[in-house]
């Protein structure tokens, strides 16, 4: 099973909005809703942010948004903060009961 | 609260095995299954496997069949990950997280939440 892809880098200015993409096949992303996302500051236990694509954990900002379409799977932090900044992973449940990570993306805060 | 607490950091030597244990803290371990993570220095997340503490039932990531063996001990709450052969890129934080839960044939909770503190693993001779 190969990672899902994500970008290794996405950086945005204060107060505007990002988005990190997570690329899988019709195997895992795009064959079943059980998509999450992780935040994981360096050092830090990673920590679920959105969970079946597009769902938010109690306590997690509405900042926070996830969806997808076909294959690819997003997620959107509105109105970045410097708090923000983190590395982000998304994950699919797959066929045989499985699951995967996206190879992990870095979001910089201007 | 929900909670996993993991056992303390290990040495090992290359062709060692170790030997992680995950607690189960503040609801009953059958209830969810268990999956193992590792994170090597500087990179990614890597699933390892999962076990169904209910049943001892596991299921394991191709690339570490033969090598990683999961086991439980319901009557101390405690699910286990033992790394056979170890190779210096074995080194890394080694993770237990929970996961879902199956109910008259649906399972829910296909995500990883609540995670352990991580167990730092360092192979060298």
């Known amino acids: 099973q190969s990672a899902l892809t994500q970008p290794a880098s996405v950086s945005g200015s204060p107060g505007l909005s990002i988005t990190i993409s997570c690329t899988g096949a019709s195997s895992d992303v795009g064959g079943y809703n059980y998509v999450s996302w992780y935040q994981q500051h360096p050092g830090k236990v990673p920590k679920l942010i959105i969970y079946d694509v597009n769902n938010r954990p109690s306590g997690v900002s509405t900042r926070f948004s996830g969806s997808k379409s076909g294959n690819t799977a997003s997620l959107t932090i509105s109105g970045l903060q410097a708090e923000d900044e983190a590395d982000y992973y998304c994950s699919s449940f797959t066929s045989s009961t499985l699951y995967v990570f996206g190879t992990g993306t870095k979001v910089t805060v201007l | 609260q929900v909670q996993l607490v993991q056992s303390g950091a290990e040495v090992e030597s290359p062709g060692a095995s170790m030997k992680v244990s995950c607690k189960a803290v503040g609801y009953t371990i059958t209830g969810h299954y268990i999956h193992w993570v590792r994170q090597a220095p500087g990179q990614g997340l890597e699933w390892m496997g999962w076990i169904n503490p209910n049943s001892g039932g596991t299921d394991y990531a191709q690339k570490f069949q033969g090598r990683v063996t999961m086991t439980r001990d319901t009557s101390i709450s405690t699910a286990y990950m033992e790394l056979s052969r170890l190779r210096s890129d074995d080194t890394a934080v080694y993770y237990c997280?929970?996961?879902?839960?199956?109910?008259?044939?649906?399972?829910?909770?296909?995500?990883?939440?609540?995670w352990g503190q991580g167990t730092l693993v360092t192979v060298s001779s």
């Open positions: 997280a929970r996961g879902r839960y199956c109910s008259d044939g649906v399972c829910y909770h296909n995500y990883f939440d609540p």
